[in-house]
């Protein structure tokens, strides 16, 4: 026969302590230390998955120019900007106003004119030595880029990068943009070249 189960006497129960109960107060701080930390998980989880997204791409990168352009698009649109516009600063800093402003004119269609009016003769000038350092060519109408320039090809890569950049910025940008320069966004704007040197 088996042994027979007893019942613990009222006396062994009165003895056992009590299951202590947690204050409420104590309770919510660690419901919400729970909270935060499923949130720090997720963001990390998805922060994860980004990185693993450009890994992929910079995996599939051709060269070290590709890579730079594969970690700009990671930025954020503020960031993005500025990175964009120091690279085309950098490289429009070694350049003349002339060249410059042919630059300016071909994307808009057009070509930089020899200036026949008094006072532009530095105008004339760094027209004439943009001529000979093979950084402009001569045209029907006037000068325009030489895009088989490693200089001038190099600048007309960023500039690209800042005109599709702009094509596709958010609102918030556009509007973020416009009230802190008082400006509107435009790759054809005169002003907005002014963060160029134009």
Do not use: C
């Amino acid at each position: 026969m088996g042994r027979s189960k007893t019942m613990p006497s009222p006396s062994t129960l009165q003895t056992r302590p009590k299951p202590s109960l947690v204050p409420l107060d104590k309770f919510e701080k660690i419901q919400a230390a729970y909270d935060d930390a499923k949130d720090t998980i997720t963001e990390q989880e998805a922060q994860y998955r980004e990185l693993q997204k450009r890994y992929d791409k910079i995996k599939l990168a051709k060269n070290p120019e590709e890579i730079r352009k594969i970690e700009i698009e990671a930025l954020g649109e503020n960031k993005q900007f500025q990175q964009l516009k120091t690279n085309v600063t950098r490289l429009t800093k070694e350049l003349s106003h002339a060249v410059l402003e042919a630059l300016y004119l071909h994307y808009q269609g057009g070509e930089l004119s020899w200036p026949h009016d008094f006072g532009r003769e530095q105008l004339q000038e760094e027209m004439k030595e943009g001529i000979q350092k093979q950084l402009l060519l001569e045209g029907p109408t006037g000068l325009y880029p030489n895009k088989s320039h490693p200089k001038i090809e190099s600048v007309l890569s960023a500039l690209e990068e800042m005109k599709a950049f702009l094509d596709g910025v958010s609102p918030a940008f556009d509007a973020e943009y416009r009230a802190e320069y008082k400006e509107p966004l435009s790759f054809r704007s005169r002003d907005f070249w002014g963060h160029f040197g134009l």
